[in-house]
């Protein structure tokens, strides 16, 4: 790197978000987060900028401090979330337009020539890796999985409103490709619908605070995803039936505990539904 960067900025549960520049930024991933990951996240980034979405320009990866680091396009702005909470009228228009732009993703073909990794491959690696579940409760998950449909289209992963940048007039702007990946457009709207389900709140928000989130959390679940099938043409059952494997590779996020137990919740009542069945047949 040509110079140091700047104070952190924001933070996240990956990376450490500096100013580098007059027009940049500087994504710095946390120690035990490998290259790999980094690398990985610079494809997806290209990738879906060289499909025409708006996403910032990933400029180059490098290192600082032993830790690697991606600069990408400074966009002025804020998350839609943070906007929300300021603005929380916006709700409606908020959820349609985050509709909109995910569909908008979910046109853009994808498969093993884009560089991501399919998406069966990803979450079957995750829900092994999760800690709370038994084993019987992985097989089961990985077997729902393996009956769900495959896709060749391109997902991001991890779309939720606080991955959503609103930058100058009122643009769009989509961050955070680490977990992109190819696979069915409907697990990608249901991971959103989840996230917007299950995630706890802020630790450090104030009893007032935390009202306002959850209502605001409820509002708009209600109005992306009314709008996501509406946009989409698919069907709720389609969206629901991936809830159970994308529960279950979540459990091995690093999440407060509650919302573990909720998660883990979830799997058991979703395994309680589905009940005993012939696992997948091998691919």
Known sequence: MEHAPGPVAAQGRTAQICSYGPDQILKWFKENIPRLAAEQEMTAARFAASAGLPVPRALFLSEWQGRPAIAFQRIEGRSMLAALFRQPWRIASSGAALARLHVDIHTKGAGPDSGLPSQIDWLSRRIQAAPLLAEPEKAA???ALHRL????QLLHGDFHPGNVLLGKGGKLWVIDWMTAVYGHPAADAARTVLLLRTAALPAELSRLSGFLFEAVRSLLLRQYRRSYLRLSGLE????????LP?????LCEELPPEEKLLLHKLVQRELRRLGPRQPAPAS
């Open 141 to 143: 998950a990985i077997a």
């Open 149 to 152: 449909p495959a896709g060749r």
């Open 236 to 243: 709720a059952a389609e969206l629901e039936a991936w809830m």
């Open 246 to 250: 994308l529960a279950a590779a979540r």
